[in-house]
């Protein structure tokens, strides 16, 4: 009988138990993706159209992504053998932290596993820099950056309400004009689907001494007249300290970045913890990446189809009376504002109507907040539409249809 390992499994199980009370316990659907046919998956020998995936251009399916990962896997093996340090850097890797620094107007960039360990990593280092440093942090910051700003010693951190200008202004104004200052922020926010007024913020952190962080994370590959984000589209690249993206949606491969200047990247490149002692990303998922950010660097067109069929699916559920969030961008959420009522709608979805949406609950949003978030593809149809509108009328609750607009 072994005390600790008896309390921790009765832990589990209560907690487990508390999470299936609550609505709130996570099972996976498991949806395998048909390259050929996207956004439709296989499930159980049945087609699913799934309305909730982050290959927000389909980009990882694209035939010349996939070529070129293939190419790289066989001329370079399945890994890269090691961390950055230790051979684990190619002429590859090199080539797509070129790029990516190009991408965003910034001198020099810098690849992690993934968007969460870049902002995690990236966020602490810049943190630890500097005694007394403190962070401004939007209220509806990604738990990445979060997690990279929590619990570092001497670190105070603020929280401004979400795209709120006077109160940010507020909260700078009350630090010691001298105090070390960081403002992190967002671009598009994945769950409410609206965008940050970027060159305001910038405008604040010149007038008080505080450097910036933005994740565009769910912009990088979409807006921009090259697909580096909102910062791109805005013209304020150069006004940011740092740039933080992701290999995994918009690009459809997987990985992260962020890009700066020399010394910050070189800085961050150097002391990062969760660079240094990870192997790094395989040469096939490099490759592949490289093929895909080139590509969308070129192919304005693909960008420019984005924004019809989320126009459009908009317009469709405003026409239905389905009460949509009032989002600026290919993000249309549907507030469901309640943990057990949002997982019965996206189950009946699935089981009555082959449509995937995932249900976004509590700690992604504040409980009360519960909702599906869709995201409108270039290559969902029209008829994809109308029947995703048609199944929603028939199983969101009837509140949530009377509230519409
Ligand atoms: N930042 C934001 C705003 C995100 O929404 C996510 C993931 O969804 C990440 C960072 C992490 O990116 P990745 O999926 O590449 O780890």
Same mark, same amino acid.
């Given at each position: 009988m072994n005390a600790t390992r008896t309390a921790f499994h009765a832990h589990c199980r209560d907690g487990l138990d508390a999470l299936r009370a609550e609505g709130r316990y996570r099972d996976f659907a498991q949806l395998e993706r048909d390259a050929a046919r996207f956004p439709v998956y296989r499930q159980g020998g049945r087609d699913v159209t799934v309305w909730s995936s982050n290959d927000y251009l389909g980009m990882g399916r694209h035939p010349a992504v996939i070529a070129a990962g293939q190419a790289a896997m066989a001329a370079h093996g399945a890994g890269a053998g090691g961390t950055r340090n230790i051979s684990g850097t190619s002429p590859l890797h090199a080539a797509l932290e070129a790029e990516l620094a190009t991408l965003h107007g910034m001198p020099s960039a810098l690849l992690f596993g993934?968007?969460?360990?870049?902002?995690?990593?990236?966020?602490?280092?810049?943190?630890?820099?500097?005694?007394?440093?403190?962070?401004?942090?939007?209220?509806?910051?990604? $738990?990445?950056?979060? %997690?990279?700003? @929590?619990? =570092?010693?001497?670190?105070?951190?603020?929280?401004? &309400?979400?795209?709120?200008?006077?109160?940010?202004?507020?909260?700078?104004?009350?630090?010691?004009?001298?105090?070390?200052?960081?403002?992190?922020?967002?671009?598009?926010?994945?769950?409410?689907?609206?965008?940050?007024?970027?060159?305001?913020?910038?405008?604040?952190?010149?007038?008080?001494?505080?450097?910036?962080?933005?994740?565009?994370?769910?912009?990088?590959?979409?807006?921009?007249?090259?697909?580096?984000?909102?910062?791109?589209?805005?013209?304020?690249?150069?006004?940011?300290?740092?740039?933080?993206?992701?290999?995994?949606?918009?690009?459809?491969?997987?990985?992260?970045y962020v890009a700066g200047r020399e010394e910050v990247v070189d800085h961050i490149r150097s002391t990062a913890s969760g660079l240094i002692f990870t192997t790094s990303l395989p040469p096939?998922?490099? $490759?592949?990446?490289? %093929?895909?950010? @080139?590509? =969308?660097?070129?192919?304005?067109?693909?960008?420019? &189809?984005?924004?019809g069929p989320a126009r459009l699916l908009k317009r469709k559920l405003d026409e239905a009376g389905i009460a949509r969030m009032p989002s600026e961008s290919h993000i249309v959420p549907v507030m469901v504002g309640e943990a057990k009522a949002v997982r019965e709608v996206a189950r009946r979805l699935m089981d009555e109507h082959a449509i995937y949406a995932t249900p976004i609950n509590y700690p992604t949003v504040p409980r009360g907040g519960e909702r599906l978030r869709l995201c409108a593809t270039p290559f969902h149809t029209e008829a994809m539409m109308d029947a995703l509108v048609a199944a929603l009328r028939q199983v969101l609750p009837k509140a949530v249809l009377r509230q519409a607009a």
């Open positions: 993934s968007g969460y360990v870049a902002n995690q990593a990236a966020i602490s280092t810049i943190l630890s820099a500097l005694p007394g440093f403190h962070v401004l942090s939007d209220e509806k910051n990604h $738990a990445s950056m979060i %997690a990279g700003m @929590r619990g =570092l010693p001497g670190v105070t951190r603020h929280i401004f &309400r979400h795209n709120d200008l006077g109160h940010l202004e507020r909260l700078l104004a009350a630090i010691p004009a001298s105090a070390p200052k960081l403002i992190a922020f967002e671009s598009v926010y994945s769950m409410d689907g609206d965008i940050a007024p970027i060159g305001a913020i910038c405008d604040l952190a010149e007038r008080h001494g505080a450097m910036t962080y933005l994740d565009e994370v769910h912009a990088v590959g979409l807006y921009g007249a090259t697909g580096g984000g909102i910062s791109e589209r805005d013209g304020v690249q150069r006004r940011l300290d740092v740039i933080e993206g992701t290999l995994a949606k918009g690009f459809g491969v997987v990985g992260g096939s998922t490099v $490759a592949a990446a490289l %093929a895909s950010v @080139r590509h =969308l660097k070129e192919d304005g067109a693909l960008r420019a &189809r984005m924004a």
